[in-house]
C-alpha cells in the first residue's frame, strides 16, 4: 500500500510485543490499525521488544527515566498518540508544537481511590497524592488536541472537564454541535477475525480440569477495584452440588507490574483455607501471550468479571469482557458498568448482584446443565459484537491522523493581563481615555491610569451631558456629538497617541461592540481596556485576532 505520508509516532506505556496487557493491546492494534491506513508508524515503548513481525517500527526507548529521547520521534512526527503522558513529556510536544492525540482509556483517579490504602494515609498524605494525581490528569487533557475515550458514560465525564479547561470552544460549535473533533469514542476492539481453536491450556492440562467440566474462566490480572472472592465464594457452594463447574485465573499478575495485588493474595489466602484449590479453583501461573490468548477462549464456556459497588465501576469500560465477547463467551458480571447493561440488554450473559455468590452459584449450575441455552447466546455474541471490531473501534483515531492540527483552548484567545513589567515599559506621553462604562469604574480606571502615568497628557472622550468633575480637570475633555459611540465621533480626535485606553465591566464583549468599532479608528500604537477585575488588559486582539 502507498504510504499517506504523515507520520505518526505511538507512545506506549506498557510492553507491546510478548507478554502484554489492555493498554500494550491497545497501543499496538492503534500501530496496525494506522498503517493499514497507510500511514507512516513509529510505535515507541520503555519496555523490552521481543521478537515481532510487525510492518513498522517497534522500538525501546526509556522516555520515562530519559525524557530527552522522545526529542527525536517528536520531531519527526506529523501527530502523536499517547496513553497517560508525564508533565516533562506533555511540555515537550507543547514546546515542539505536534498535535496529540491523549487516550483516555484509564480512569486513573477512581481506579487509585481503590487500589491505593486510603485508609491507611493521613490526610496529608492522601492530599498530596490525589492532588498530584489531578494535577497530572489536567496536564494530560490541557496538552491534548484530540482525546479518546472508551464509552458515551466517559465522554460525558470527560466533556465537564474539557469545559473548564476551555477546550470546547465556541467557534466549533456550528460544524460540530457535538464537540465530536474534540473528543471521540473509541471502545477497546477485538480483531475482525474468529478466534481460532489451538492447543488446550486448561483441560488435561491442569491437574483436576477435565476435558468435559464447564469452564468458568477469569481472564487477566486480580486488581484491587475488582470483587475477587465473591467467584470463589460461589465455587464454594457448586464443590459438591456442581462438581463440573471450575473457575480458573488465567494470568493474574499483570506484565508491567513487579508484584501480585493484594486481591490475589486475599483469594490465596481464601481457597487456601476452604481446601477449594485444586479442586474446583485453579490458578494458570503464567501470563497468556497476547498472539495465544484465543486459546484460552474458545476453550472456555463463560467468562467471569466482577466488581463492587463503586465509581470506579460506573466509568470503567472492562477491557476483559469484550475479550470474552470475541471469544463468543456467555459474561457473568454485576451490574453497574457501561458494558453491563449492553450484555443484558443483547442476551450476552447474566448480570447478577454485587456481593452475589449465592445468585452467581445458581447462574453456574444452570449453564453447566443447559447447553442449548449457551448455544444459543454464543451465537448472539457473534452478531453482537462486531461493533468493537478495532477497524470500528479505532475510527476516530485515524480520522484525526488524516488532517491533524493543535487545538488551543479559549483561554488562550482572552485578553492577556498586563503585567507589571509592560506596565512599566510602556511609558506613554499622549493617552485618549473613552468613558465606556458606568461613572465610578471608569473614574477608577482613570485614577489608576494617572497614578501609572502621571506626566502624560490624556485626552477624555465624554458623552454630551456627562460630568467631567470625576475626573478633576486632570485631562482635556472632547464631547461627542451624541451619547453612543460611532464612526464618525471619531472626526473630533485628533492625532496620534500612544495608547487608548477604554474600561469594560463585563466580559460581554459584544456590549461594547461600538466601542471597539470607535477605537479601531483612531490613530493609536497600543490599545488596552481598564477591565471588570480592574487590571488592565491588552485588546489589540480584538483588531488583530489571532
Known sequence: MTRLGRKIAIFGTEPVTGNIGGLGIRQLEAARLLHRRGFIVRLITPYPVTAHREPFAVEQRHIFSNPSLADEPLGWADAVYVSQPTPIFAQKCAARGVPVVVDLLALLYFEELEHFPVDTMNPTQQAEHFAGRIARITSQMEMGDFFLCASGRERDYYLGILTQLGKLRPDLYHQDPLFE??????????PSREPKRGKDMFRGKIPGVGKKDFIIVWGGSLWNWYDCLTPVKAMKRLLKTCPRAKLVFAGHKHPATSKPTEAYAEVMRYVTREKLLGKNVFFHADWVPYEEHEHYLTEADAGIATFRDHIENRFSFRIRMVDYLWGNLPVLTNPGNTLSGFIEDNGLGHIFPFGGDKALAERIAHMASHPAENKAMRKRIKEAKKIFHWDHALKPLADFCKNPAKRLSIFSDTLPHLSFYELNRAAPKKILFLRSSPMKHTADGFSALRRLYPDAAIDIVLQPGVDAAPFGGAGAVIRLAQNGFTDTGTEKVKGTYDLLV?????????????????????????????????????????????
Open 502 to 546: 477604554c474600561c469594560f465591566n463585563t466580559n460581554d464583549l459584544l456590549f461594547y461592540r461600538n466601542v471597539i468599532a470607535f477605537a479601531a479608528q483612531t490613530n493609536a500604537k497600543a490599545f488596552w481596556a481598564f477591565n471588570v477585575d480592574y487590571r488592565f488588559v491588552d485588546i489589540k486582539g480584538l483588531f488583530h485576532p489571532r
Open 181 to 190: 473533533s474534540v473528543i471521540g469514542v473509541a471502545p477497546f476492539g477485538i
